[in-house]
């Protein structure tokens, strides 16, 4: 969340999905993979420039989302823990979407690190990605916190 170009910032996800993925896959959580998986198609839809993304592709990634979730809450034997996974992603895609970097940092904070946060505590135990997970929400104050000092020196205060 230190990335000061957009496009750095998603291709970063995008691997950082890969590697979730796996790790998700290999703990037996079907829809954290799942998600993650996704998360790496969302990414590439988000490399697009501003006028190329139309609305279709925001409903394909979420129909994608849904369509995960119910796999891995079905066949995938997840069963209502698919959800917080499926709520992660989802709140990140629209947050992505529609906000700016900094209002794209508080959701962050606010409300997708602490789903997967949950994920990785209570339905993965993945003692790995509660760490990666604190550090992430560290990182996002930190943002906040540059971003706000230097909002103060550029009006002078």
Known sequence: FQFKNTIVFYIAQM???VFFAVSFFLLG???GGLMNLMGLFRGMIMLLPNEKKRTWHLVLINCLFVGGAVFAGTVGGDGWACLVSFAAQTTGTF??????????RWVQLCAISPLWMLNNTLISFSIGGIICE???MIST?????RV???KKVAQGA
């Open 141 to 145: 104050i930190i943002y906040l916190i």
């Open 134 to 136: 604190a550090f992430s």
């Open 29 to 31: 959580n079907v829809a």
């Open 95 to 104: 947050s992505m979407w529609y906000g700016t970097d900094k209002s794209i």
């Open 15 to 17: 691997s950082g999905n």
């Open 148 to 150: 706000r000092k230097r």
